[in-house]
């Protein structure tokens, strides 16, 4: 086996301990077979072996830490024409901004490669702002004209269509500055580049023609809208959240294809700002990823607003006929209909990883079965200098997950560290009205892993704080273990129920008993004293139960 050993100083050591260390940080590095650091001297001493790192990672490792730093080896800042970089980023959202915030931090000389949406990726510019933006907007010109007291009558708003997309666009551009761009403009060791970025092999990306080195990479592209192959559908110009959002004109109508998170928020902002709207999916409810009584309380709520659902619907064909476009759809019974569409279609069937660009048969790296890259609980994948966050890798698609994973990707790729992406009791939201919210796991997940659980759900018109708002829709439901009375997962379905899911997620990460939950204080008229209500409910008829229940 071949073995090759270098010597260098490095500054920043303050005692005995801090070479121990240092010792200890090369030692776990694959390929290091030994490390001798002296405080006194001020030296380190690496033999390692050159199949599997090199020299420059183990200075790099060295440069990665907070305190220490090898004399000489200052980390390029990538602007002095070479194209050596400690670590090259290629995507721009939100993952890699966390990304290029710990790096920076880390004093390791960063290349950001960004092609397709503008730097700051999906969320603010496509997804999470634009779209709670319209439904905010949505919700005012709803409660306009819909009231819960019989003495107060709404006498409608006059919604300006283009106005509210021109203000979204707005706030947008403010917030991909603001949040994004700005946070940013003064680190010294980040160079952005915009392009798409190409696998060479394993340390050489190519970007528009130029080749760019790393010691490691991190591939944070996300995920794109998931075109289903369905005859005409390429000949119809249809839309997906990245066009719609931009639509000043205020479409006829909308038909979205899907009865997923995105299609039903869609769904109930554009039909709350006067748009009508019909949702074909081919499955048989929405939201199909929950239990069933979830998609019925929003089935209920839609419907009840005016938004047309057609569940077990399969579109098979699309073409169009003078401004019009006809949707030839399998029925339920297996016969055949065509639905007119006069307004536009919009896509909203899922997404997919976003990795056809990036070469990744040049370099071997493992994906799984649905397309996504494959990593671990530390962002590493099957290549030691390569790592993946956000929707583009096999971990759940949130905004605030790929923060996460960009950041210990950076830490674990660069400080010796081995921090984890634990989900177990990860909170989420879909922003429909009654939101639904959930953590941990649902019954029928807990019975395929095999748990003994118990359910309580307790209906909000047994909440004080919605009876007195007159508004009692949906319920909150609680899964505890019966062994151990730890609560084990939460739904919610409730207006602003995704402000109680953090509690419960919380409840759930520190292994919060049900009684624990019970005997807690909560103030009385708010909508977390049902935490304590559907607590009490597993051994108690919520029903018989006074305002002051313990």
Same mark, same amino acid.
């Given at each position: 086996?071949?073995?090759?050993?270098?010597?260098?100083?490095?500054?920043?050591?303050?005692?005995?301990?801090?070479?121990?260390?240092?010792?200890k940080l090369l030692?776990?590095?694959?390929?290091? #077979?030994?490390?001798?650091?002296?405080?006194?001297?001020?030296?380190?001493?690496?033999?390692?072996?050159?199949?599997?790192?090199?020299?420059?990672?183990?200075?790099?490792?060295?440069?990665?830490?907070?305190?220490?730093?090898?004399?000489?080896?200052?980390?390029?800042?990538?602007?002095? $024409?070479?194209?050596?970089?400690?670590?090259?980023?290629?995507?721009?959202?939100?993952?890699?901004?966390?990304?290029?915030?710990?790096?920076?931090?880390?004093?390791l000389s960063t290349?950001?490669?960004?092609?397709?949406?503008?730097?700051?990726?999906?969320?603010?510019?496509?997804?999470?702002?634009?779209?709670?933006?319209?439904?905010?907007?949505?919700?005012?010109?709803?409660?306009?004209?819909?009231?819960?007291?019989?003495?107060?009558?709404?006498?409608?708003?006059?919604?300006?269509?283009?106005?509210?997309?021109?203000?979204?666009?707005?706030? =947008?551009?403010?917030?991909?500055?603001?949040?994004?761009?700005?946070?940013?403009?003064?680190?010294?060791?980040? @160079?952005?580049?915009?392009?798409?970025?190409?696998?060479?092999?394993? #340390?050489?990306?190519?970007?528009?023609?130029?080749?760019?080195?790393?010691?490691?990479?991190?591939?944070?592209?996300?995920? @794109? @809208?998931?075109?289903?192959?369905?005859?005409?559908?390429?000949?119809?110009?249809?839309?997906?959240? =990245?066009?719609?959002?931009?639509?000043?004109?205020?479409?006829?109508?909308? @038909?979205?294809?899907?009865?997923?998170?995105?299609?039903?928020?869609?769904?109930?902002?554009?039909?709350?700002?006067?748009?009508?709207?019909?949702?074909?999916?081919f499955t048989d409810?929405?939201?199909?990823?929950?239990?069933?009584?979830?998609?019925?309380?929003?089935?209920?709520?839609?419907?009840?607003? $005016?938004?047309?659902?057609?569940?077990?619907?399969?579109?098979?064909?699309?073409?169009?006929?003078?401004?019009?476009?006809?949707?030839?759809?399998?029925?339920?019974? &297996?016969?055949?209909?065509?639905?007119?569409?006069?307004?536009?279609?919009?896509?909203?069937?899922?997404?997919?990883?976003?990795?056809?660009?990036?070469?990744?048969?040049?370099?071997?790296?493992?994906?799984?079965?649905?397309?996504?890259?494959?990593?671990?609980? #530390?962002?590493?994948?099957?290549?030691?200098?390569?790592?993946?966050?956000?929707?583009?890798?096999?971990?759940?698609?949130?905004?605030?997950?790929?923060?996460?994973?960009?950041?210990?990707?950076?830490?674990?790729?660069?400080?010796?560290?081995?921090?984890?992406?634990?989900?177990?009791?990860?909170?989420?939201?879909?922003?429909?009205?009654?939101?639904?919210?959930?953590?941990?796991?649902?019954?029928?997940?807990?019975?395929?892993? $095999?748990?003994?659980?118990?359910?309580?759900?307790?209906?909000?018109?047994?909440?004080?704080?919605?009876?007195?708002?007159?508004?009692?829709?949906?319920?909150?439901?609680?899964?505890?273990?019966?062994?151990?009375?730890?609560?084990? &997962?939460?739904?919610?379905?409730?207006?602003?129920?995704?402000?109680?899911?953090?509690?419960?997620?919380?409840?759930?990460?520190?292994?919060?008993?049900?009684?624990?939950?019970?005997?807690?204080?909560?103030?009385?008229?708010?909508? &977390?004293?049902?935490?304590?209500?559907?607590?009490?409910?597993?051994?108690?008829?919520?029903?018989?139960?006074?305002?002051?229940?313990?």
């Open positions: 086996m071949n073995k090759e050993t270098v010597k260098f100083d490095i500054t920043g050591m303050t005692c005995d301990h801090c070479a121990t260390g240092i010792e030692t776990k590095k694959e390929g290091v #077979k030994e490390a001798n650091v002296s405080y006194s001297k001020a030296t380190c001493e690496c033999s390692f072996d050159p199949a599997k790192t090199s020299k420059e990672e183990i200075i790099s490792t060295i440069n990665g830490t907070k305190n220490y730093r090898v004399k000489g080896e200052i980390p390029d800042n990538g602007n002095s $024409g070479n194209n050596q970089f400690d670590l090259i980023i290629i995507g721009g959202g939100s993952a890699a901004f966390s990304a290029a915030i710990k790096a920076e931090s880390l004093g290349l950001m490669v960004n092609g397709g949406l503008d730097f700051g990726g999906t969320c603010v510019n496509v997804g999470c702002v634009p779209s709670k933006n319209l439904i905010r907007a949505g919700e005012t010109a709803y409660h306009a004209t819909h009231s819960n007291f019989e003495g107060i009558k709404p006498k409608g708003a006059d919604i300006d269509f283009a106005q509210i997309i021109k203000d979204k666009k707005k706030l =947008v551009a403010t917030l991909q500055e603001k949040k994004y761009m700005d946070v940013v403009s003064d680190f010294e060791n980040l @160079t952005m580049l915009k392009g798409w970025a190409t696998f060479k092999d394993n #340390k050489i990306i190519e970007v528009d023609g130029k080749e760019y080195k790393a010691i490691k990479f991190l591939i944070v592209t996300g995920a @794109t @809208t998931n075109i289903p192959t369905i005859e005409g559908l390429d000949k119809i110009d249809y839309l997906t959240n =990245v066009s719609l959002f931009d639509l000043e004109e205020k479409p006829k109508s909308l @038909t979205i294809m899907g009865a997923g998170y995105i299609g039903l928020e869609i769904a109930m902002a554009y039909n709350r700002l006067g748009v009508k709207v019909r949702i074909i999916e409810r929405v939201l199909r990823t929950q239990t069933p009584d979830i998609s019925e309380a929003l089935e209920i709520q839609m419907r009840k607003e $005016g938004i047309e659902i057609l569940p077990n619907f399969r579109a098979v064909k699309f073409e169009k006929n003078g401004n019009e476009t006809i949707i030839h759809c399998k029925c339920p019974d &297996g016969s055949f209909t065509q639905i007119v569409e006069k307004g536009k279609v919009v896509i909203a069937t899922g997404t997919k990883p976003h990795t056809s660009q990036l070469g990744l048969d040049n370099i071997g790296l493992k994906l799984t079965q649905s397309g996504h890259i494959a990593v671990n609980e #530390k962002m590493e994948t099957n290549l030691s200098n390569i790592y993946a966050a956000g929707d583009v890798a096999n971990t759940p698609a949130f905004v605030y997950t790929a923060a996460f994973e960009g950041k210990i990707a950076v830490e674990n790729a660069f400080s010796g560290t081995e921090n984890k992406a634990d989900y177990s009791s990860l909170p989420w939201v879909v922003f429909t009205d009654p939101q639904i919210a959930g953590a941990g796991l649902d019954e029928a997940q807990a019975e395929s892993k $095999g748990i003994p659980f118990e359910v309580s759900k307790l209906e909000l018109k047994d909440v004080p704080r919605a009876i007195a708002a007159n508004d009692t829709r949906g319920f909150i439901k609680l899964i505890r273990n019966t062994e151990t009375d730890k609560l084990i &997962g939460a739904r919610v379905v409730a207006p602003e129920g995704g402000e109680l899911i953090q509690q419960l997620s919380m409840a759930i990460k520190y292994g919060i008993t049900v009684k624990d939950l019970a005997d807690s204080f909560y103030p009385y008229l708010t909508l &977390g004293e049902g935490i304590k209500l559907a607590a009490i409910t597993f051994g108690k008829d919520v029903s018989k139960l006074s305002c002051c229940a313990s």
